[in-house]
């Protein structure tokens, strides 16, 4: 896994925000950073937000953005910079963002030690 740097939005900052980042594997920031390089754009980060919904009751979203709002958790792996909202941020603190690519399966994964269960697709968790 890449070191990574915390930082938030706000010039008041408590440790316990600080260590509520999301950690990104080296094969998932390669992968965030060809996608951006096919965009064209390197002013967009990678948000990553817990939204209601799914079987389980909460699900992902994970998704580019240029904004950054007031309270954003703002991690950078690898010169990719990710963001979670404040309101995610207790539900995704330790999670670990990964990409995959076998011949089973190819895309994002995340591990987040903070969910109790999840449903049989895997999109959702509680």
């Known amino acids: 896994m890449t070191a990574g740097t915390t930082e938030t939005s706000t010039a008041d900052t408590s440790a316990a925000e600080t260590s509520q980042a999301v950690v990104m594997t080296d094969a998932a920031s390669t992968k965030v950073k060809n996608l951006l390089e096919q965009e064209g754009r390197d002013d967009l980060a990678l948000r990553i937000a817990v939204q209601p ?74």
């Open 53 to 126: 919904g799914g079987c389980s009751g909460l699900r992902y979203q994970l998704y580019f953005d240029e904004r950054t709002l007031d309270g954003d958790i703002v991690a950078a792996y690898g010169g990719v910079h990710v963001v979670t909202d404040r309101m995610s941020a207790p539900y995704l603190s330790g999670a670990t963002i990964d990409f995959v690519d076998t011949i089973e399966k190819q895309g994002f994964t995340i591990d987040n030690p903070n969910a109790g269960g999840s449903c049989a697709c895997g999109d959702s968790f509680h």
